[in-house]
């Protein structure tokens, strides 16, 4: 196997397949690889949460983000139904973070007035008023607060969707081809090398999330992006009606259009292991049951894990790698690759074709020490 693309996207998680679909849509030859399956890894074990608001504990850049790409959610699931036909069910109810205890109180209270400083739409629920909302929630919950612009996907759905415009945008999809190493002159990168050959290419994009680090070390370049487990689980919603997600300390519940509701999630290191572990999951349904009791009796359906791509100081690294021609990152998305995906992809394609980086100057890759040992 030998071939050309103008650009070769490593990595075919959410991040890799929207940047590989808005690279295409301008007209731009490039090739996605990918190891495994199209989003199999992270990506399709999230939770499908879309809520900086609830992610996010002070304003600044990763804040803005959040809520920048929350906001071109709309128009980008219409645009892949149209294209694809495929609804991926975003849900815009809003989403409730609960305190159950005094302690809980105090971290929600302080959260609740930064927010409103900041002059975001959020309103601060009694538990009479939790309760009208959701009859199921705990009687212990104090309060919550309400922030009814934030809204959750079915990301599988959000992932099957981006596959087909892909290759209705003719993006070079591989499936199965481990990129296994960089093919450079001096410190201009020519191509990759895979398990089935090498192909060429002036520009590499690496979004290869928790394994980021492997392929850019090849080069001698040292991203500091490590794997943090999520175990997570699905029970069934039939006898338990919740139309908002729930996020409270324990955890959270993200009731789905298709009758499931998604419980999760531990964050646990355990190196590049994906099984999940009885402490794991028994955690996370304690976590769920102390939020709605009633979720007690729900059926069981799964259990699984992923690997969210954690970076040293919590925030995406996005942009062109320091020293190096044609090799730009963009991965460490850490609990909020789904959310961040569209504006990830408008960012790294605005570079590409303009070589402007000041939408993303707080995630450059130059803000650590990236060593380089060749
Ligand atoms: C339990 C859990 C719940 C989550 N909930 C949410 C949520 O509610 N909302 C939200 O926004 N985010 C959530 N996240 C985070 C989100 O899933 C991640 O931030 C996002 O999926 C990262 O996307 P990615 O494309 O960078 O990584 P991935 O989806 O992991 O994709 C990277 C891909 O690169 C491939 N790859 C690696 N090395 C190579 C190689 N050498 N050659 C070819 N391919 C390679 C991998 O096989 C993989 O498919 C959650 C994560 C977990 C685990």
Same mark, same amino acid.
């Given at each position: 196997?030998?071939?050309? %693309?103008?650009?070769?996207?490593? #990595?075919?998680?959410?991040?890799?397949?929207?940047?590989?679909?808005?690279?295409?849509? %301008?007209?731009? !030859?490039?090739?996605?690889?990918?190891?495994?399956?199209?989003?199999?890894? !992270?990506?399709?074990?999230?939770? #499908?949460?879309?809520?900086?608001?609830?992610?996010?504990?002070?304003?600044?850049?990763?804040?803005?983000?959040?809520?920048?790409?929350?906001?071109?959610?709309?128009?980008?699931?219409?645009?892949?139904?149209?294209?694809?036909?495929?609804?991926?069910?975003?849900?815009?109810? #809003?989403?409730?973070?609960? !305190?159950? $205890?005094?302690?809980?109180?105090?971290?929600?209270? +302080?959260?609740?007035?930064?927010?409103?400083?900041?002059?975001?739409?959020?309103?601060?629920? %009694? $538990?009479?008023?939790?309760?009208?909302?959701?009859?199921?929630?705990s009687k212990k919950i104090r309060q919550a607060i309400y922030?009814?612009?934030?809204?959750?996907?079915?990301?599988?759905?959000?992932?099957?969707?981006?596959?087909?415009?892909?290759?209705?945008?003719?993006?070079?999809?591989?499936?199965?081809?481990?990129?296994?190493?960089?093919?450079?002159?001096?410190?201009?990168?020519?191509?990759?090398?895979?398990?089935?050959?090498?192909?060429?290419?002036?520009?590499?994009?690496?979004?290869?999330?928790?394994?980021?680090?492997?392929?850019?070390?090849?080069?001698?370049?040292?991203?500091?992006?490590?794997?943090?487990?999520?175990?997570?689980?699905?029970?069934?919603?039939?006898?338990?009606?919740?139309?908002?997600?729930?996020?409270?300390?324990?955890?959270?519940?993200?009731?789905?259009?298709?009758?499931?509701?998604?419980? #999760?999630?531990?964050?646990?290191?355990?190196?590049?292991?994906?099984?999940?572990?009885?402490?794991?999951?028994?955690?996370?349904?304690?976590?769920?049951?102390?939020?709605?009791?009633?979720?007690?009796?729900?059926?069981?359906?799964?259990?699984?894990?992923?690997?969210?791509?954690?970076?040293?100081?919590?925030?995406?690294?996005?942009?062109?790698?320091?020293?190096?021609?044609?090799? $730009?990152?963009?991965?460490?998305?850490?609990?909020?690759?789904?959310?961040?995906?569209?504006? $990830?992809?408008?960012?790294?394609?605005?570079?590409?074709?303009?070589? +402007?980086?000041?939408?993303?100057?707080?995630?450059?890759?130059?803000?650590? %020490?990236?060593?380089?040992?060749?």
């Amino acid at each position: 196997m030998k071939s050309y %693309s103008d650009i070769i996207v490593v #990595g075919g998680g959410i991040i890799g397949l929207s940047i590989a679909t808005e690279l295409a849509s %301008s007209g731009i !030859a490039v090739t996605l690889i990918e190891q495994g399956m199209f989003g199999g890894e !992270a990506s399709v074990a999230a939770a #499908g949460m879309l809520a900086p608001l609830k992610e996010f504990t002070k304003p600044g850049p990763l804040l803005d983000m959040g809520i920048r790409s929350l906001q071109l959610y709309d128009n980008w699931v219409s645009e892949l139904r149209e294209a694809t036909g495929i609804d991926c069910q975003l849900s815009t109810a #809003g989403i409730l973070t609960v !305190a159950m $205890t005094e302690m809980e109180e105090d971290w929600l209270q +302080e959260r609740y007035q930064w927010q409103k400083t900041e002059g975001y739409e959020i309103r601060l629920l %009694s $538990t009479r008023e939790v309760h009208e909302r959701e009859p199921h929630l705990s009687k212990k919950i104090r309060q919550a607060i309400y922030s009814p612009h934030e809204a959750d996907i079915n990301n599988c759905l959000l992932l099957e969707a981006l596959v087909i415009q892909a290759e209705k945008r003719n993006v070079h999809l591989l499936q199965n081809t481990a990129v296994i190493g960089l093919k450079q002159t001096g410190h201009k990168i020519t191509g990759v090398v895979t398990n089935k050959g090498e192909m060429v290419a002036n520009h590499v994009i690496v979004a290869s999330g928790a394994w980021a680090a492997d392929i850019l070390g090849q080069v001698g370049v040292d991203v500091p992006v490590y794997p943090v487990r999520g175990q997570i689980a699905a029970v069934g919603s039939s006898n338990l009606p919740l139309s908002h997600v729930v996020f409270g300390k324990n955890g959270y519940l993200v009731p789905k259009q298709d009758g499931r509701i998604i419980v #999760g999630a531990t964050e646990d290191l355990a190196g590049f292991e994906r099984s999940t572990t009885v402490y794991g999951v028994s955690t996370v349904l304690k976590g769920a049951m102390s939020i709605v009791p009633a979720i007690s009796q729900a059926p069981f359906l799964q259990a699984w894990a992923g690997l969210r791509p954690a970076t040293a100081d919590g925030h995406p690294i996005l942009g062109p790698v320091p020293d190096w021609t044609g090799l $730009t990152v963009a991965c460490g998305h850490y609990r909020n690759g789904i959310l961040l995906a569209p504006l $990830t992809a408008k960012w790294i394609v605005e570079y590409v074709r303009s070589g +402007e980086t000041k939408h993303m100057s707080a995630f450059l890759p130059e803000r650590f %020490s990236l060593v380089s040992y060749d």
